[in-house]
């Protein structure tokens, strides 16, 4: 592309040379002002005339030199006009400048004359005013510009015009031109408007023509435009496609071909780079002219090799070594596989938080002078280097420790509570806890606004921290107000029933963090968010409740493969927070190689607007077993009332009516013969739960507790009489990296009742992904005398896993799992010594469309005839 901007600017002056110094050069005399001031401005007498010497200089006047009045009594001269006159002729000059400056405060005025030495015109007087000696300067340039056009008989702009422009506004052309009709035809100010014309970046060439007139110059500005951007191209890119780096660009089609803006983008692309770490990219472009003035635009990318984290090191640490110092942060070094985990990554936001992260790493180990100094990165090649300087100084032990202030507890029994005190190094971490136990101890008691500062004492010559905590309890709080937003879809009274705060009753904070845990355990939103304010008074507060929901309707599919079913799948529609009440609905059906099953079921959590929960479901199963078929039809009526936090009773009434038919004489055992036909079970169950889990799905803490009895027949009715007993528990445990241990068992019993039958369907078999993975469904069972399979009447199973968040804000956490447990028959004892086991690992992810369970699991103990190359099994959902 043609570029002209030095040769527009050479030509102008080349133009404007002739017009500025072609004529005689003017001599001028300039000679001291006088100052008039009641504080001491003498130095101004000389300043002044220096510096409207140097621009008129710039304007190409012979300013005399001041010596050249040395052995003239000039003084005497300057009585009269007359004097004045014959001193211009004696020192050679064509003009004569003087004048005064008078100062009244702040306010100042300038009268300066001006007055030729041949001739007998009166002297040219020029006044101007100002305030604030910052002004001075402007005020001496509006002098000079007046005695300038007098000096040089310049004449008057009297018209600007524009032509050649097609797209460009000519406003917006005039606002970039300082030239205007009425100012002094003046060759430095043209030389600035065509700088600033030609730095708009729209123009390839400029040209000025004046043209005279009777009362004045016109101004003609010739411009050029450049072309149209036609077509934006990238070549040499394979990191980012064509349309992400489209996306990172200011300049588009269509478009004035800016080189200033092609510039800016160049360094916009290769700033994107630099995200990913090619810190040696080179991006360079092209313009290839068309017709019709338009061009295409072509950046040429050269990506270089992604830089990497070749070293870091540490400068200044002896308590700690540098091995221990990279594992307190998140950059690092480049490992075997970095193209897995992307070790080695520069990341300026980590890096800046690893300072953070190692200076608390030695403050919490008793380090609390210590100081970590800004990384030092160096680019080599295709490395980085990494060094960091560390001023470790002493290390404090923890001295006393007291408490003071409004104490509302006994002192002994608030420093007990705290945990500095269990330390034998300074630790700014615990002190920072104690700090938030102790302010959570006091807004438990209604005291919102408690202030707790802890007042740290070093002593240099004992190496000790002393501290204390000074509490100022302020006054009780009760809240005035609950204001709750955000909620489109979920009615306001399913938020409150479940805070434990109340409207008019006292502040509490553990209380307020059980609502907020409560309301996240609905899984009815995605954030919720809590701001308390003053309320009317200063011991009332308005709590605000910010919620945004999500989706509550899934429509889910899953399936998996196991020896009994081959490939299965299932679905179901449900809706967990109907109308917006809280209401769960749901319709899912069961399809596989051996059985079908289609359940309707409704919950209404909170009965009557007390937390008695009541529901019901209806279905129809149909289950073609390996020895026998039933088709049953049934319901059951459920119930559940909460005792006390995440403590739930329920009781159940459920009615079964089941049609055993297609048994196989040979291998079906004699108790399964015995069922053939009509079989009715009328049970009722009690049951006890504890869930305290902080969220259904991929919990990080809490437990989950259950026990129930089942009685059928007897009083009740039916063909089946039994009674079975079930037990569960899963504890959740926060582990280091934020990652999770999960152990869970669970155990049944089943006896048969006087006068009624303890069915196959109702005894227990063990397989699958709820059960233990690598197994099959119903794989682990018992057998009886005659070595028929059949359901046992006992079990145990137990499941550990280790849960690890892969990609934690979108919801991905992989998982590691060891399952085991066994079945036994009516003649067995349950042994610890004799159970299966399977291991494996799975994904799982809470994704938009609802949660997705993905694990594969082996068998550790197979049998002959397992299958030893392990088990695929998935579930998935989808969101409406």
């Given amino acids: 592309m043609r570029r002209y901007s030095i040769g527009i600017v050479l030509a102008f002056w080349c133009w404007l040379s002739p017009w500025a110094y072609g004529a005689e050069a003017v001599r001028i005399l300039i000679l001291p002002f006088e100052i008039y001031s009641p504080e001491d401005r003498s130095q101004l007498k000389e300043d002044i005339p220096k510096v409207m010497g140097l621009q008129l200089k710039q304007e190409g006047a012979v300013v005399l030199d001041m010596q050249i009045l040395e052995g003239i009594a000039w003084k005497e001269k300057m009585e009269s ?115 600033s014309i030609y730095s708009m970046g729209y123009f390839e060439n400029i040209r000025i023509e004046s043209e005279d007139r009777a009362d004045g110059k016109i101004i003609t500005f010739f411009v050029e435009e450049k072309p149209t951007i036609r077509v934006i191209r990238t070549t040499g890119n394979t990191v980012y496609d064509n349309e992400e780096i489209a996306k990172n660009l200011t300049i588009k089609t269509g478009s004035i071909l800016n080189i200033f803006m092609i510039q800016q983008n160049v360094r916009r692309i290769e700033e994107l780079y630099r995200e990913k770490n090619y810190h040696n990219v080179k991006v360079s472009y092209l313009v290839h002219e068309l017709k019709n003035r338009q061009a295409d635009l072509e950046f040429v990318i050269k990506e270089g090799e992604k830089v990497r984290i070749k070293s870091i090191a540490f400068e200044g640490n002896s308590a700690f070594t540098d091995k221990k110092l990279k594992k307190e942060m998140k950059t690092s070094e480049k490992g075997v596989f970095s193209w897995i985990t992307a070790s080695g990554e520069l990341n300026q936001e980590n890096l800046n938080q690893d300072v953070e992260k190692i200076a608390a790493f030695y403050h919490n180990n008793g380090y609390i002078q210590a100081k970590v100094g800004e990384p030092q990165v160096e680019f080599k090649e295709n490395w980085i280097y990494i060094t960091m300087k560390i001023e470790e100084g002493p290390r404090f032990k923890v001295g006393t420790v007291d408490i003071e202030g409004d104490l509302i507890l006994p002192k002994e029994e608030l420093i007990e509570k705290i945990g500095i005190k269990k330390e034998e190094y300074y630790s700014r971490e615990v002190v920072r806890n104690d700090s938030l136990l102790l302010s959570d101890l006091y807004s438990d008691q209604g005291y919102a606004y408690a202030n707790i500062s802890p007042r740290i004492d070093q002593d240099q010559e004992k190496r000790v921290v002393n501290i204390a905590y000074t509490i100022k309890k302020g006054g009780e709080v009760f809240f005035e107000n609950i ?62 409740i910010d919620v945004r929901e999500k989706p509550t309707g899934f429509f889910s599919v899953g399936g998996g493969y196991s020896s009994v079913e081959n490939l299965f799948a299932m679905g179901s529609i449900t809706q967990r927070n109907l109308f917006g009440r809280g209401q769960t609905l749901q319709l899912k059906a069961e399809l596989g190689g051996t059985s079908t099953r289609y359940t309707l079921s409704f919950t209404e959590p909170w009965l009557f607007d007390v937390p008695l929960s009541a529901g019901m479901d209806l279905y129809n199963w149909k289950f073609d077993y390996d020895t026998y078929d039933k088709d049953s039809v049934g319901g059951k009526v459920r119930f559940g009332y909460r005792l006390f936090d995440y403590t739930t009773a329920y009781l159940y009434y459920t009615y079964d009516v089941a049609d055993i038919t297609n048994i196989d004489e040979e291998e079906a055992s004699d108790s399964i013969k015995d069922l053939e036909g009509i079989n009715t079970t009328s049970s009722i169950t009690a049951k006890m739960g504890y869930d305290s889990r902080d969220r259904m799905f991929n919990p990080t803490e809490g437990q989950k507790h259950g026990v129930s009895v089942e009685y059928a027949g007897g009083p009740l009715g039916g063909d089946m009489a039994f009674t079975k007993y079930l037990v569960e528990t899963g504890w959740y445990i926060p582990l280091f990296l934020s990652t999770t241990g999960f152990l869970h068992g669970e155990a049944g019993y089943a006896q048969e009742n006087p006068g009624g039958r303890l069915p196959d369907y109702e005894r227990f078999y063990l397989g699958g992904m709820n059960s233990l993975r690598g197994f099959g469904s119903r794989d682990i069972h018992a057998v009886d005398e005659e070595g028929m399979e059949i359901g046992g009447d006992k079990y145990v199973q137990f499941n550990v896993e280790y849960l690890i968040p892969l990609v934690k804000k979108a919801g991905v956490v992989g998982v590691l799992f060891y399952d085991t447990g066994n079945v036994y028959n009516d003649d067995e004892s349950i042994d610890l010594s004799d159970l299966r086991e399977s291991a494996g690992a799975g994904v799982r992810w809470y994704s938009p469309i609802g949660p997705i369970r993905i694990e594969y699991g082996y068998i550790l103990d197979p049998e002959d005839g397992e299958d030893t190359r392990g088990r695929w099994a998935f579930s998935m959902g989808q969101a409406f």
């Fill in 483 to 544: 204001v709750i937003s955000g909620n489109i879809k979920t009615r306001d009274k399913v938020i409150r029933r479940e805070l434990s705060v109340y409207e008019q009753e006292r502040y509490s904070g553990v209380q307020l963090k059980k609502s907020i845990r409560n309301l996240y355990r609905l899984d009815y939103f995605e954030d919720v968010k809590v701001n308390t304010v003053k309320g009317s008074s200063d011991d009332k507060m308005v709590l605000k």
């Fill in 81 to 195: 006009l007359e004097g004045i006159r014959v001193l211009g002729v004696q020192t050679g000059a064509d003009y004569i400048l003087w004048g005064s400056m008078t100062w009244i405060g702040k306010k100042f005025s300038i009268d300066a004359k001006l007055m030729q030495s041949l001739g007998k015109e009166p002297p040219r007087s020029v006044y101007t005013e100002g305030e604030g000696i910052e002004n001075l300067s402007g005020s001496i340039t509006d002098i000079v510009k007046d005695i300038d056009s007098t000096i040089f008989h310049r004449q008057k702009v009297v018209e600007i015009r524009i032509q050649g422009n097609d797209r460009i506004e000519i406003d917006a052309i005039r606002r970039k031109i300082k030239t205007q009709p009425g100012s002094v035809f003046h060759a430095g100010d043209l030389s600035e408007d065509l700088k």
